[in-house]
């Protein structure tokens, strides 16, 4: 008798490993969007575009842990997001506001920032794949990441929602400015990761506080808000740098006492 062959069974994608996957999609939809405004010269809406590209940047990685829904595939499309969103986006948004008045310098920048985030985020990926991380390198990035690099170089754009000043849009500034969040993003600066550090339980009502303060100030005063949440995040860079230094400092000391 002839074997009859089996039907080929579908195969099915857990709804854990979809749910993260498609929010990254929205990430990355919004952060090409935030292009769109900005060809429209729409500036307050191509900025609200990369800011909501990084919130759900933020939540994708937390409900894939949540649902347990980590893939070798989610990983590869949130790092082609990131590129988009926060290392293509930001630098269109910048050159269509000022730097494409001074033609192939604004240009030539808008590549560097580009190419920047492209190495940061292959640096990345590599550095996941270390089998032996240092104790404490869950508490720190090397180099500024992704979505705060995208504030950063689009603080300029925000502060001048608010604030009418020509020094802000000068072109020159602007390509500089690009030019140096891009050496941020691929330099070794230990910059605070936040979510492996921990927090004294007498700090975390002052911490929830401050949290309904920042939320408050976002619905009155929207810009100021997040400008002064990206300024805040500049000048923490040095604190993390020192804070690295002396958690290096205290693992020689316990490794030599040993």
Not at 29 to 40: D, E, K, N, P, W
Not at 145 to 166: N, T
Not at 207 to 212: D, T
Request: proline share 6%.
């Amino acid at each position: 008798m002839d074997k009859v062959p089996r039907r080929s069974r579908i195969k099915m994608m857990p709804i854990s490993i979809i749910i993260p996957n498609l929010i990254t999609v929205m990430a990355l939809c919004s952060g090409l969007t935030g292009i769109r405004f900005a060809l429209q010269e729409r500036w307050e809406f191509a900025i609200g575009a990369i800011a909501l590209a990084a919130i759900l940047d933020t939540l994708d990685g937390r409900m894939a842990r949540l649902l347990k829904g980590q893939s070798k595939f989610g990983a590869e499309l949130d790092s082609l997001s990131d590129f988009i969103s926060f290392g293509v986006a930001p630098a269109l948004i910048l050159f269509f506001w000022t730097t494409q008045s001074i033609h192939g310098i604004g240009w030539a920048s808008v590549l560097f920032f580009s190419t920047c985030m492209a190495l940061r985020l292959a640096r990345f990926n590599t550095q996941l794949e270390d089998p032996n991380p240092p104790s404490f390198s869950a508490r720190f990035f090397s180099g500024v990441p992704a979505p705060a690099a995208a504030g950063l170089a689009c603080l300029p754009v925000i502060v001048s929602f608010e604030l009418d000043l020509d020094a802000i849009k000068q072109p020159y500034l602007i390509s500089g400015w690009l030019v140096f969040i891009g050496l941020m993003m691929v330099s070794s600066i230990p910059t605070f990761s936040f979510k492996g550090s921990k927090l004294p339980r007498k700090l975390v009502i002052p911490l929830f506080v401050i949290a309904g303060l920042f939320i408050a100030c976002v619905l009155t005063a929207t810009w100021i808000a997040l400008a002064m949440l990206i300024i805040v995040y500049f000048f923490s860079i040095p604190l993390s740098f020192l804070s690295y230094i002396k958690l290096n400092l205290r693992l020689q000391i316990g490794t030599l006492e040993e």
